[in-house]
Structures are given as structure tokens and as C-alpha cells.
């Protein structure tokens, strides 16, 4: 049993590159998460999806977009990488909502130079 | 709005010594709660929650109790090992609102 999966693992973009981070879940959880890790900050919400075919945007939107391509996938896309991107990103899932256990992917590091 | 404080980090402590992580939570009305463990190289995991008053929340030997009168939810284990090393989140969730994070302790256990 996989749980939640991530790819890549690690990243390297030059300012103004595109990149998409993948996510999925093997769990039949309806609602998923992707949430952004810095220093001393904590995690933050980027977006969130309560279910297939719903987005919705979280506390640090900004820069991002994101897709629920279907149940077990949730991919997150930056447009037009900027040095304050440079975070590791974290995939999430909960069977419905946040009230629910959220079960984590490993995370993505990405840097932006 | 809803918002946690956590013991800053880092935390260095002998195998075998007794660890407490202060954690203290603002929030509109009767929060859920929860730790969260960081291993390094991974994601969360869930470690253990507490959803009211007076619940104790345990897993692993680690304990929390809620305790509403001081808005806190304090992280405890008896003896540690050098396997506890990790961040530790603590966090909340109030109704549908998102799950809101503290910054984390990172966690050092020395042989």
C-alpha cells in the first residue's frame, strides 16, 4: 500500500521556468492537499481539492495553479518559477475534508535560483 | 483567527530523558487536536490527536492531554529514544476551517 505519492523528489528551475508537481493517492480518499514547508513558518495550504472535480484556494495561493486530473491524482503547476518559491512542497489526503486524518506524501524539494 | 504556538527548537536531550513540547493553541471555540512527527526524509505522520476537554491523546508512548483552562496541548513521553529524533508539528482544526500548523521543534536524542 503506497499512500500518497510524490514525484520529483528534488528540483532545480531557473526564475520563469514552468514545472508540475504530481501527486497521487491510493487510499480512495476523497479530498486532497498541497501545502508548502519553510523554515520556521510551519506548513501553510496552497490549495486544497474536498473532492473530485472541486479546487479551492488556501492561505499562499499566489503562483501556483492546480489540477484534480481525477480521484487519485492532484497536481500542483508553477507557471513562472520565482526564488520565493523555493520550498519543499507536500502532498496530502484525507478520506473527506479537513476534519478528517490528512496522510502525507514524502515531499518535493524544490529549489529556484 | 486560529493560530498555535509551539517551543521553539531545537531540542537536545539524552536517551532515556523525559521530553515535554509545550504547545498553547488560540482558536474560536472548541478546537480538535493534534501532534504531528516529522521523520527526517519524510512526510507527517499522524502521531496522536485529541478532539476534547480533558481527552488524552497517546501513541508510541507519547502522550497529550487537552487541556481547555490553558489553551494547551503539551507533548510527553517518559523515556526517549534516539528513534524519537524528528519534528514534532502541533496542530488544530476548528469546524471545516483548515488544519492550521505551529512552526515545529525539531527533536535531537543523543546516545
Known amino acids: 500500500n503506497a499512500g500518497v505519492t510524490q514525484t520529483p523528489k528534488f528540483q532545480v528551475l531557473k526564475t520563469g521556468q514552468s514545472m508540475t508537481l504530481q501527486c497521487a493517492q491510493d487510499m480512495n480518499h476523497n479530498s486532497m492537499y498541497w501545502y508548502r514547508q519553510d523554515p520556521g513558518m510551519g506548513l501553510r495550504l496552497i490549495y486544497y481539492s474536498a473532492s473530485e472535480g472541486t479546487t479551492d484556494k488556501g492561505e499562499v495561493p499566489n503562483g501556483y495553479n492546480v489540477s484534480r486530473l481525477n480521484k487519485r491524482e492532484f497536481s500542483l503547476r508553477l507557471e513562472s518559477a520565482a526564488p520565493s518559491q523555493t520550498s519543499v512542497y507536500f502532498c496530502?489526503?484525507?478520506?473527506?475534508?479537513?476534519?478528517?486524518?490528512?496522510?502525507f506524501g514524502p515531499g518535493t524539494r524544490l529549489t529556484v535560483l | 483567527g486560529n493560530s498555535v504556538t509551539q517551543m521553539e527548537g531545537p531540542v537536545t536531550l539524552s536517551e532515556e530523558a523525559f521530553l515535554t513540547i509545550n504547545c498553547t493553541y488560540t482558536a474560536t471555540g472548541y478546537p480538535s487536536l493534534f501532534w504531528y512527527v516529522q521523520y527526517p526524509g519524510e512526510g507527517l505522520q499522524l502521531l496522536l490527536k485529541a478532539t476534547k476537554a480533558d481527552d488524552k491523546g497517546s501513541n508510541k508512548g507519547f502522550e497529550a492531554t487537552y487541556r481547555k483552562e490553558t489553551t494547551s496541548f503539551h507533548l510527553e513521553k517518559g523515556s526517549v529514544q534516539v528513534s524519537d529524533s524528528a519534528v514534532y508539528f502541533c496542530a488544530l482544526i476548528f469546524g471545516n476551517e483548515k488544519l492550521t500548523f505551529g512552526t515545529g521543534t525539531r527533536l535531537t536524542i543523543i546516545p
Open positions: 496530502a489526503s484525507s478520506e473527506a475534508g479537513h476534519t478528517d486524518t490528512q496522510y
